[in-house]
């Protein structure tokens, strides 16, 4: 499984969560204690906003261990942010590639996932033929993470057409419309009883 941390609130710098606690993200990623998955070093992501130059995130992602990337450790100390997604990858569906690597983004959005949707290769297609062109475009990966926020959003713009906004209510309606969605999709290729895992997360940094 993978490891993610959130954060929203001061302004903080980065390796203040990320690297100098003793069970930061960058340590969990090699030594995590209270997991039978000790090590997550399929690659990591950061994403970060910084509201007064652009509502769109600042996103690094690379396919190196977060504890041995040197741009990782020389930057995280030079970064403050009020909103912050890091995330450290175990790798489960999907090459280990950065187009792999979580967290996503699309637009002002960023987005991360811990689990797993079993059997996913055989909803893929059908999943990826509910999808408008704009958002079949926008998956750049293989995870199924990716193709799940893919409709996710898909069902958020719905929204914000519809009403002119996205509210904390569209979201907990898209989240479950996208899960009974995938659930539908699992029954239909006959694996319906495998259970899925959606540890999910998005933000717009507010």
């Not at 995330?87 to 699309?106: K, L, W």
């Not at 699992?186 to 259970?195: M, W």
Request: aromatic share 12%; net charge negative; proline share 4%.
């Amino acid at each position: 499984m993978c490891l993610f941390i959130a954060y929203l609130g001061r302004p903080i710098i980065v390796d203040e969560l990320l690297l100098k606690p003793r069970n930061s993200l960058v340590h969990q990623s090699y030594d995590a204690e209270e997991m039978c998955q000790t090590v997550n070093g399929d690659g990591f992501g950061l994403g970060w906003y910084v509201h007064d130059i652009s509502e769109i995130p600042g996103l690094f992602r690379s396919i190196s261990p977060a504890w041995n990337n040197y741009n990782l450790l020389y930057n995280a100390p030079l970064i403050r942010t009020e909103c912050m997604f890091a995330h450290v990858r175990a790798a489960s569906e999907g090459a280990i590639s950065e187009a792999n690597s979580h967290p996503f983004h699309y637009k002002q959005f960023l987005m991360m996932h811990n689990g797993i949707v079993p059997g996913f290769p055989t909803i893929k297609r059908r999943l990826l033929g509910l999808l408008n062109d704009e958002m079949f475009l926008w998956i750049k990966g293989q995870t199924d993470s990716e193709h799940i926020f893919a409709l996710l959003m898909q069902y958020l713009n719905d929204y914000k057409a519809a009403n002119g906004t996205v509210s904390v209510e569209n979201v907990r309606q898209g989240f479950q419309k996208t899960f009974d969605v995938i659930q539908e999709l699992k029954q239909a290729a006959g694996i319906g009883d495998e259970v899925s895992t959606f540890n999910m997360m998005i933000t717009d940094g507010y």
